[in-house]
C-alpha cells in the first residue's frame, strides 16, 4: 500500500517536472540578474510552505551564491521578521504584513518576488502590485492555473500541477536551480 502511494506521488512529481517551463525558468533568472548587476535588492514573500521557500531562497543567494565574492546579492525575505508582521497584523491586517514592510524599504528598480502555490494569496498580491506601482520590477512563483499572481507580476512562472505538495516541491527545486545557474553564470563572468 505504502509503495504505491509513493510510487504514485513520484509519478506524479516527474510528469510535473518535465511540463515545468525552461522558458519561465530563464525569465526568472534573468530579471533576478538584472537587478542583481543593478545592485537593486531583492524582496522575497510567502506564506506557510511558501514562507519556508522564500527564507530558503533568501540564503542561497545570500550566502550560497554569494560567499567569497566582492559583488553580493542583497536578498531580504520579508516573512523573517516575525515581530514586524505580526505588530502589522495585530494593528492593521494580515493582508498588509508584506506591503507596510516594502513602504519602508523599497525603491524603483529593486525586485519583488512573490511565491504562492494558489497564486491568490491576499497579503502577497497587495505587495507585488504596490512594487509594480512603485517602479520594481515583480516576479511569481506559482501553481494551479498561476492565479491572480502570475497576471499581476511582469514575469511569473507556474507549476503545472494542482497539488499544492507538488506545487512546493517544484517551488524548492526551482529556487535550487536559480541558485545553481548563479553559480554558474558568475563563475563564468569571474573567468
Known sequence: MSR?????YLEAL???CDRLSLAEFEAVVNALAEAYRAGARIFVMGNGGSASCASHLACDLNKGVSFGRDKRFRVISLN???PTMLAYANDCCYEDIFVEQLKNFLSPGDLVMGIS?????????????FA???GAATVALTGFDGGRLAKLAAT??????QDMQIVEDLHLVV????MRRFMEILASDES
Open 4 to 8: 504505491s502511494f509513493a510510487q504514485g
Open 14 to 16: 516527474k510528469r510535473t
Open 80 to 82: 523573517d521578521n516575525v
Open 117 to 129: 502555490g494558489s497564486g491568490n494569496s491576499e497579503n502577497v498580491l497587495r505587495a507585488v502590485d
Open 132 to 134: 509594480a506601482r512603485a
Open 156 to 161: 511569473a512562472l507556474v507549476v503545472p500541477a
Open 175 to 178: 529556487t535550487h536551480m536559480i
